[in-house]
């Protein structure tokens, strides 16, 4: 069994930054990819970012490639989103996942066993 947790959402105003952190427990972390989904009122789940096991390899949604960055801590068990220039159509609930039978970086949602709770991203214009 796999327990994320995520903090750090908030409300920001455009052009600002948040920092995403995801904490997993209960098993080998370094083995796992992990990845950030979002959700938007009224709209369906989309792939953000994803990252291997090591953090070697990384795959971002065009919407978010070249202002958002992920990466983990492996010791630390923990897995970040660093967003930067943060637009109003960013907004939305931010989820960490974990593949447990996936080393590389995948986007599919139905790859991942494991989801966090969600932390709330509110970026006003």
């Known amino acids: 069994q796999v327990a994320l947790v995520e903090s750090g959402g908030g409300l920001v105003q455009a052009g600002g930054s948040l920092r995403l952190s995801c904490v997993a427990s209960?098993?080998?972390?370094?083995?796992?990819?992990m990845g950030w989904f979002r959700q938007a009122p009224g709209k369906e789940r989309e792939f953000v970012a994803g990252?291997?096991?090591?953090?070697?390899?990384?795959n971002y949604a065009d919407s978010v490639k070249g202002r958002f960055t992920i990466s983990r801590d492996n010791v630390k068990n923990t897995v970040y989103l660093q967003m930067n220039s943060l637009k109003p159509e960013d907004t939305a609930v931010y989820s960490c996942?974990?593949?447990?039978?996936?080393?590389?970086?995948?986007?599919?949602?139905?790859?991942?066993?494991?989801w966090g709770q969600g932390t709330q991203v509110t970026v006003s214009s």
């Open positions: 209960g098993r080998t972390f370094s083995r796992d990819a």
């Open positions: 996942a974990a593949a447990i039978r996936f080393f590389s970086p995948t986007v599919r949602a139905g790859n991942y066993d494991y």
């Open positions: 990252i291997s096991g090591s953090g070697i390899s990384t």
